[in-house]
């Protein structure tokens, strides 16, 4: 395997994250309606100065003239995006998208993480059992399980969820990542508030992404299953547990590595169905919120974040694939 994989797959990454970021820059500037104008008449009124004098503020302070051409407002755009700033909140001026995803960033982190370890753990296991037992009555309530929860859309199962454990049996709180009688911190009590607000949200996320995990490991188990070398497995005389977590489990799980990557991002570009309905403060929430309100210069900034934390996740699967399966060594 010489640079030229690296680079190339690299090459790729960049350019991908370019495109996303060039089409919603532009896409956003094609939506009707002009913000910046309600914007600057809001601030001549309160500010008692000229409509003209108010829109040079409002440029000034969101880095955009909507009067610009279009290669202008990008050259702009994307000169304070390489100093690392992504812009500045329409909706209230004091605050900076940075500072949004310095909030906001971790706990979405934080949730995200722990749903999709926790689907991506049970799933592979639970798919790997319906390949190995096809026959068996656990793959068959496996297999009803998978039918119900997957006949059910994934916006709905928050609200099914608060109903039951918030509102109805009063096991969990019903909103917010933590109360507000505990001190944040580094302390037990923190710690304990922070992962009882936030399980009501893993578990929904968990509940809505296992049955595709199920789904991919049963499918690739039974792929490899039929291959030679686990024939000629057989044939050895090894053992059925051998068999199943050396030969048929270990390569199976190979194609779900680049999938468990891209998850990665997708749960966090879809954070806001499962962050809304919990009030939780994560970046999907802001996201939905700034789409609302027509903050594009938000929704942009954390557009552009979720888009890179996507490609950067397939990209890092693809760096590290070729030492996990020798097969991607012979192709490239």
């Known amino acids: ?33 002009d913000v910046f104008d309600v914007r600057a008449r809001d601030m001549a009124v309160t500010l008692g100065i000229d409509f003209n004098e108010a829109k040079r503020m409002v440029v000034q302070t969101y880095n955009y003239d909507p009067d610009e051409p279009i290669l202008q407002q990008m050259q702009r755009y994307y000169s304070a995006l390489l100093r690392g700033n992504l812009g500045t909140s329409i909706t209230n ?18 949730l995200v993480s722990i749903a999709l370890l926790l689907s991506y753990f049970l799933g592979i296991w639970l798919g790997s059992i319906m390949a190995w037992r ?54 037990l009590p923190f ?3 922070v992962l009882w ?22 499918g690739s188990c039974i792929s490899v299953m039929a291959e030679d070398y686990v024939t000629a497995a057989y044939a050895r005389g090894l053992s059925d547990k051998t068999i199943r977590n050396k030969y048929v489990k270990k390569n199976a799980l190979l194609p779900l590595y680049t999938t ?58 693809d760096l590290i694939l070729p030492r996990l399966d020798p097969r991607i060594k012979r192709e490239d």
């Open 191 to 193: 710690i304990k508030d």
């Open 197 to 218: 607000h936030a399980a009501l949200p893993i578990f929904a996320y968990t509940t809505t992404q296992i049955n595709g995990w199920v789904m991919n490991m049963k």
């Open 260 to 317: 468990l990557a891209i998850s990665f991002g997708s749960m966090l570009g879809g954070a806001p169905y499962m962050e809304g309905p919990f009030v939780y403060p994560g970046i999907g929430s802001q996201l939905s919120k700034a789409l609302g309100n027509r903050d594009f210069t938000v929704a942009q900034g954390l557009l552009l974040i979720t888009t890179s934390a996507t490609v950067l996740a397939s990209l890092f699967v």
């Open 93 to 110: 001026s004091s605050i900076t998208v940075n500072q949004i995803v310095a909030y906001y960033m971790p706990w979405t982190l934080f």
């Open 1 to 33: 395997m010489n640079s030229r994989y690296y680079l190339k797959k690299i090459g790729i990454a960049l350019l991908t994250i370019a495109i996303c970021s060039i089409l919603t820059f532009i896409l956003f500037r094609l939506m009707p309606g």
């Open 134 to 187: 096809r026959k068996s009555i656990i793959s068959a309530i496996i297999a009803a399980y998978s039918t119900i929860v997957n006949s059910i859309p994934p916006a709905l199962i928050p609200t099914l969820v608060l109903s039951i454990f918030a509102f109805g049996l009063k096991w969990f709180p019903i909103q917010g990542a933590y109360s507000m009688k505990v001190k944040p911190g580094l302390n």
